[in-house]
């Protein structure tokens, strides 16, 4: 297992940055605590988170377009923004507060660099969106750049994935942490998938859209839950990572029987979208929680 995310790590990770790190070519120090095998944990829990932030800036974004509480949620889409920029740059420059080293495998760099062409479109659009700006061109690029970020960053996971696989790393590991950390997206995608369909764009939230996402979810779980010798993921390694994953599931439930409710609702009141935004975000903290221990 890798060593403990320290609690400093955790606090940096909430905090909202005051403006995205400029290293001007020198790479920020790094702890000597950090190993490579603690590096890849870390990085393939971060990176994952990134594909999240892509999700839930946009799921935000529309809330504020809902109706639905929009300080607040203006207020988190700037954070959602400040965090996968800061912490976009510290995969490629490295770390010492999160336990990054800089990157150096050419593969890694050159899909971080496609995530950063896109991102440079995502993240201006989303603070647009989230502070008004509901014109078509802003509207536009949210729509169309979330998904397209996603997927390039979900295959920049992957190539992390590979590239940093040691013979001290137990086999398996960085693919099940790599999984687990996908399902705090997929909390984040199904209620920005509902929150299009109740501002009336349907075809980003149809019914079978949702769908997928949530059979997505169960099938991931399942296999997290149990192990799945065929697709490379370990049984929970300690009772610890049973237990959360337990509870997990059982949140988990209450939001599938909301959206399901929600999906036969064509008129859903204020309460009920906050409701929606609020029990994504309870999975996503208790999905977070299963990452965290995995990586201890």
């Known amino acids: 297992m890798f060593r403990r995310v320290t609690e400093k790590c955790a606090v940096i990770l909430m905090a909202v940055a005051v403006a995205t790190p400029v290293y001007l070519g020198q790479a920020p120090a790094v702890s000597a605590e950090t190993t490579a095998e603690s590096n890849a944990g870390t990085r393939i829990n971060l990176a994952g988170r990134q594909r999240m932030l892509t999700q839930q800036m946009a799921r935000n974004a529309c809330l504020v377009m809902a109706g639905v509480d929009p300080e607040r949620f203006v207020a988190k889409t700037e954070t959602n923004v400040q965090q996968f920029n800061d912490v976009l740059a510290a995969l490629r420059y490295g770390d010492e507060t999160l336990g990054l080293l800089p990157e150096t495998n050419a593969e890694v760099l050159a899909a971080l660099a496609r995530v950063e062409a896109l991102w440079a479109t995502l993240g201006p659009a989303a603070r647009q969106v989230a502070a008004g700006d509901f014109h078509s061109v802003p ?71 949702v769908e997928t996402t949530m059979r997505d979810f169960d099938s991931a779980m399942a296999k997290l839950m149990g192990g799945s010798e065929e697709d490379g993921i370990i049984a929970p390694p300690s009772d610890a990572v049973k237990r959360q994953l337990e509870l997990t599931n059982g949140t988990w439930m209450e939001f599938k029987a909301l959206v399901a409710a929600i999906s036969d609702d064509t008129d859903v009141d204020h309460a009920t979208r906050v409701q929606l935004a609020n029990i994504s975000d309870q999975v996503l903290k208790e999905m977070n929680q299963a990452v965290g221990l995995y990586v201890e």
Do not use: W, Y
């Not at 099940?176 to 984040?188: D, K, N, P, Y």
């Open 139 to 209: 509207m536009a690029q949210l729509i169309n750049m979330n998904m397209a970020t996603l997927a390039e960053m979900h295959a920049a996971v992957l190539t992390i994935q590979t590239a940093h696989q040691t013979d001290n790393i137990p086999a398996g590991l960085l693919k099940t942490v790599q999984v687990a950390g996908r399902q705090r997206m997929l909390t984040q995608k199904i209620s920005k998938e509902v929150c299009f369909a109740i501002i009336g764009l349907g075809d980003l939230g149809s019914r079978e859209l």
